[in-house]
Structure formats: structure tokens, C-alpha cells
Nanobody, 125 residues
């Protein structure tokens, strides 16, 4: 059973940086793809970044609104997915979730993911 636990969310000023962590257990890295999503009340859950790690290579994607500011990476040894967020803006405020789905095609569509963490709150003022 895949389990995900996010951490690292906090309140910051605009322009600062935060790195979110997602500890993943119960999965095989090469058969699952992962994603980061954020949820703002009234706006639903939106894809932020995706990550798929094959045995040798990895592929990532970053959503247009955060392109150039956010980056996603995976620590394979520790099964931890990271979301590095730079130059934060007030509109980046939201609850951030990591998610996993069986399959090698990563997607920014929340409904395609099966396993979700509880989320971690990021507030930018």
C-alpha cells in the first residue's frame, strides 16, 4: 500500500524559497509516477509538477504558472520527493499535496492519481 507524507510547508514573505518534502513508502520507483499539486479554496486542485523515475533516466514537468521558479526532484535512496519553490508569490499560497499513480506516464491531472498525502500548507504574504 502506497503511503505519502508531506512536510515543509510554512508561512513566508514574497520572494523567499521553500522546499517541500514527500516521504513515499510501499511502492516500486520504476513503476509509479508522482506529482505535486496545490489546492486553493474555490479553485480546486491544480497540478504543479510531475516526476517519473525509470531505472536510469528521469523525466519531469513543471506547470506553466510556476515554470522557472519551481523544480521537482527525487532522492531515490530515501524515497523522498522534493518540490523546490523559489521566488514565491502570494498566489502560490495553498495546500500542497504529493500524489502517486501506477504507471510511467506522469500527468498534471489530479484525477489520474490514486494515492495522496494529507498535504502541507504554504502561505506567502
Amino acid at each position: 500500500h502506497v503511503q505519502l507524507v508531506e512536510s515543509g510547508g510554512r508561512s513566508v514573505q514574497a520572494g523567499e524559497s521553500i522546499t517541500l518534502s514527500c516521504q513515499i513508502s510501499g511502492y516500486a520507483q520504476a513503476t509509479y509516477s508522482m506529482g505535486w499539486f496545490r489546492e486553493v479554496p474555490g479553485q480546486g486542485r491544480q497540478g504543479v509538477a510531475t516526476y517519473y523515475s525509470a531505472l536510469v533516466t528521469a523525466s519531469t514537468s513543471i506547470a506553466d504558472p510556476v515554470q522557472g521558479r519551481f523544480d521537482v526532484s527525487l532522492d531515490k535512496a530515501n524515497n523522498t520527493l522534493y518540490l523546490r519553490m523559489n521566488s514565491l508569490k502570494p498566489e502560490d499560497t495553498g495546500m500542497y499535496f504529493c500524489a502517486a499513480r501506477f504507471g510511467i506516464i506522469a500527468t498534471l491531472i489530479p484525477g489520474r492519481y490514486t494515492y495522496w498525502g494529507e498535504g502541507t500548507q504554504v502561505t506567502v504574504s
